[in-house]
């Protein structure tokens, strides 16, 4: 839990200080969605299994889709799960550009 955490400290840190600024503000359900995923992508890609802990705590539809949207990212599908996420009850912004995932995706 504590190196979760952490590595979201991290995320967040990285998604002001390099991506967002003050756009966080008001795409927080985004943001906090985006740091779930980057966190799960790194762990499929480093450790070969993952969590899934942006799809925590909902139904088997939701987490089901979630899966398949971690081994075949869309932006579409961002916005599409983001809408429909339940873990954070900040602002959405439907016109986010989640710029950390896709800096990750061209490393």
Known sequence: HKRSLFTRRIIHASQHLEFYGIEMDISRKNVEFEAKVVQDMLMWK??????????????????????????????????????????????????FV???IQSYLKK
């Open 98 to 100: 989640p710029k950390v």
């Open 46 to 95: 480093y450790i070969g299994y993952g969590a899934d802990i942006g799809s925590v705590g909902h139904d088997n539809e939701f987490m089901e889709d979630y899966s398949k949207f971690l081994e075949n990212y869309t932006i579409q599908g961002f916005h599409e799960l983001c809408s429909r996420w339940k873990g954070y009850s900040g602002s959405y912004n439907p016109n």
